[in-house]
């Protein structure tokens, strides 16, 4: 289990009081100011606990050391004034002297420093030998099976290789599929003991009423697990995708305070707001491409010390552009809009950002929220003209375009191209960019969207945008450390000339 580094701030000591799990480490400071003898140098805590008023001197550095939501006020601090200021930057929650030992028992095991999240190949499903149907590869998106399943369920497919499940630490499951109705569906998970192939540890078996929820599993010991997918009826069902992340129980996914939301198609959507100093920008960010899930730029946006919202979504391999049906697309225009107006924010009090793949979903929201500016670096715009330069200009570096394309456009000819390509321009011409500032740092022989970059500042026709630009050699992926150097810069100058964050702030 790895370890969870606590700080607690009072007048007793709660490692003479409560009894603490082996993988926790409390450091007790009944005053403190920076980092003192008794605490642990370098490593930035998991949790914090108040059991006192903070004085003064106090807040500052908590305010710096502590992570959004992982701070716990007893009902012995007074939550007012700049201590008030301190709980509702790091939304702090109360917690009562009764429920301690229990939470500390039972639920830091949640705040783990490193998030984790992933998904099964589609290329290690098996289709199960029993099964005589009809069976269907759409790309690197779904497999689909059609036929009778007979009346009682039974294993259709299963996944050639297990994961490791390890005693206490417990995991999400979400499985994504989409069946005909008469066609029932459940999944069974087979835990063997460390180092055997045969000998069964555990057994569970989720019904589809299960399989609406995100499920929460957690192991009583080490051993590897076996997932499939059993079936009953007649039908087609189409398994799209098994996600596997370490659990945060309740406590948010990815990160603490992570959001999740999940359409009536089952594709999911993520985001985590930290309130910095509450103080203007809002600062959005969109993860790029991620084979391994998560939030992307979480230590690049908190050392900017302002207001930040992190915006992930793992579809497909590595992430679908931010673009889908009219539902999933409101959940991303939703969630800014929200976190702007809890912060009473203005729209030109908000940045929207990304780099490559996340360029995009800065590009298309930043249609709805008309944002003070928009920093990118490696814009892509024209997604089908990205999929048809994988046939020749990039033969197999990045397939996943072509799966976007095929999942937008239902095809992969030519007028599918152009169709998707104008999903975006559509919506970026008709748009006014009159207040906002377009900050870009692109390749000159860009192998994704060789003309991303001149068709957008040829397509702003709003009098009074503002366009900066930055053209460094190579393809896409050649140069990207000076695409992010430029990216920063120009961040941070934003933000000291526009909205008076001076120079060595946080």
């Known amino acids: 289990m790895e370890g969870i580094h606590i700080l607690q701030l009072g007048s007793k000591d709660w490692n003479n009081i409560y009894a603490l799990p082996q993988w926790v480490c409390l450091d007790y400071a009944e005053s403190f100011v920076g980092r003192s003898e008794n605490t642990k140098p370098g490593k930035p805590y998991d949790l914090c606990f108040l ?5 003064e001197e106090e807040i500052e550095w908590l305010h710096q050391e502590i992570k959004a939501y992982t701070l716990f006020i007893t009902g012995n601090v007074e939550a007012s004034g700049r201590t008030a200021w301190l709980c509702q930057c790091k939304k702090a929650q ?7 030992q229990g939470f500390l028992l039972n639920e830091s095991k949640y705040y783990i420093a490193k998030p984790y999240g992933s998904k099964f190949h589609l290329k290690d499903v098996a289709v199960a030998q029993g099964f005589s149907g009809k069976v269907k ?3 690197n998106y779904s497999v689909t099976v059609e036929g009778k399943f007979g009346d009682e369920l039974r294993q ?6 297990n994961a490791h499940l390890n005693q206490g630490k417990a995991i999400d499951l979400w499985l994504e599929y989409s069946k005909d109705p008469g066609v029932s569906i459940s999944l069974e998970v087979t835990q063997f003991v460390q180092g055997s192939i045969s000998e069964e540890a555990a057994h569970w078996e989720f019904s589809e009423d299960d399989l609406q929820q995100v499920i929460q599993l957690e192991s009583k010991k080490d051993g590897s697990a076996f997932f499939s997918v059993c079936a009953k009826g007649e039908g087609k069902l189409s398994i799209i995708a098994l996600h596997h992340r370490h659990s945060r129980g309740s406590h948010g996914y990815f990160l603490p305070g992570g959001e999740r939301y999940v359409t009536s198609g089952k594709e999911e959507a993520f985001c985590y707001f930290d309130p910095g100093d509450l ?7 969109f993860s790029g491409y991620k084979t391994l899930q998560g939030f992307e730029g979480y230590y690049m946006m908190k050392g900017m010390g302002c207001p930040f919202l992190l915006i992930a979504e793992p579809r497909l391999e590595g992430g679908g552009f931010y673009m889908g049906s009219a539902e999933y697309e409101k959940i991303f225009a939703d969630m800014i809009q929200k976190y702007r107006e809890e912060l009473g924010f203005r729209a030109n009090q908000v940045i929207l ?3 490559s793949m996340g360029t995009y979903g800065a590009l298309y929201y930043g249609c709805d929220i008309k944002p003070h500016a928009v920093i990118l670096g490696k814009p892509l715009a024209s997604i089908g003209n990205v999929a048809a330069n994988e046939k020749y200009n990039r033969p197999g570096v990045f397939p996943t375009s072509l799966d ?3 999942r937008q456009s239902r095809a992969l000819d030519e007028n599918a191209v152009q169709a998707l390509n104008a999903k975006f321009w559509r919506k970026f011409k008709g748009t006014d960019w009159g207040q906002t500032k377009f900050i870009i740092s692109y390749m000159l022989e860009d192998d994704y969207d060789a003309d991303a970059y001149q068709m957008l500042i040829s397509n702003i026709q709003s009098e009074g945008a503002q366009v900066y630009g930055k053209g460094l050699h190579g393809r896409h992926n050649d140069n990207t450390n000076g695409i992010v150097g430029w990216f920063l810069g120009q961040y941070k100058m934003v933000l000291e000339e526009d909205f008076a964050r001076g120079k060595g702030k946080k």
Do not use: F, M, N
């Open 156 to 161: 259709v497919a299963y996944w050639r290789y």
């Open 404 to 406: 976007v394309l095929q």
């Open 279 to 285: 103080k203007p920008p809002l600062c959005v960010y």
């Open 137 to 139: 590869w759409d790309g």
């Open 353 to 355: 950002s990304g780099l």
């Open 51 to 55: 059991d006192r008023t903070p004085r």
């Open 94 to 100: 109360h917690i009562l002297e009764k429920d301690i």
